[in-house]
């Protein structure tokens, strides 16, 4: 006598291709989301080693205020990043979750804002970097708070994260928790280069300066936007 019946034999291979589908699919799901993740992070790496507004603060007050005001502007500049990356991941999720419109309207105002900043850059390089400004004297919580001002009142950030991140969340996942670890990824990259500028200030701040540098930095990421303006714009959902 069979241990099991035709039924059990007949249905069990079924079952046993069923799930193999199934682990072949979830292996390629991870392996895209792996490869997305790596694009992603090479991308911000370029963005944050790009010259800029908050690279300027943490030089600026390494240099004159010294290194613990720096620390503190710095935590305070990349904790603005993260509270933009919050805002924008739980706004996103509920906006594109909501309605299939919404999204379209986002991808082509994403992809045109990334194709502006991009051109601009390409086309119209700074020829120079400058970090002189106050030399004003303030407590640790003082220089907290002002490297968070100056991300938090700057809606260019959102407006950034709202055109970039979404190309970056993969199908079916979540789309506010994958926002938001787009955006620790950043925040976790910004420390670590603000650390790296505090520590090496001088010759990097004068490398940093130099207008070859600021220009070539700005043209290879303005063609990176460019980029993924495109591939933004031609995307499907």
């Given amino acids: 006598m069979p241990l099991f019946g035709e039924d059990e034999v007949r249905v069990l291979p079924h079952e046993s291709e ?10 390629e799901q991870g392996e895209r989301m792996s490869s997305m993740l790596w694009v992603y992070t090479g991308t911000v790496l ?4 790009t010259p800029g507004l908050d690279t300027a603060l943490v030089l ?6 010294g290194i613990r005001p720096a620390v503190f502007a710095a935590l305070g500049i990349n904790l603005g990043l993260l509270c933009w990356g919050a805002l924008v991941a739980v706004g996103l999720g509920a906006l594109l979750t909501a309605s299939e419109l919404a999204y379209h309207l986002l991808k082509w105002i994403g992809a045109a804002y990334l ?3 991009g051109l601009g850059m ?9 970090t002189e400004g106050s030399t004003q004297t303030l407590g640790g919580g003082g220089w907290l708070l002002k490297g968070l001002a100056s991300n938090v009142l700057n809606p260019k950030i959102g407006v950034f994260y ?3 991140l979404p190309q970056f969340i993969p199908a079916g996942a979540s789309i506010a928790g994958y926002a938001m670890l787009l955006a620790s990824i950043h925040v976790l990259l ?3 280069w603000c650390g790296i500028l505090i520590a090496a200030t001088r010759p990097l701040g004068c490398r940093l300066r130099e207008g070859s540098m600021v220009r070539w930095m700005d043209r290879i990421t303005g063609g990176v936007f460019v980029a993924f303006a495109a591939r933004l714009a031609l995307s499907p959902r």
């Fill in 115 to 117: 194709a502006w900043l």
């Fill in 60 to 65: 600026r007050t390494s240099l004159v205020q």
């Fill in 162 to 164: 709202v055109s970039f």
């Fill in 190 to 192: 910004g420390v670590i």
């Fill in 18 to 27: 069923r799930q193999n589908i199934l682990l072949a699919v979830q292996k």
């Fill in 122 to 130: 390409l086309l119209k390089p700074r020829q120079s970097f400058r």
């Fill in 46 to 49: 370029l963005l944050v080693l």
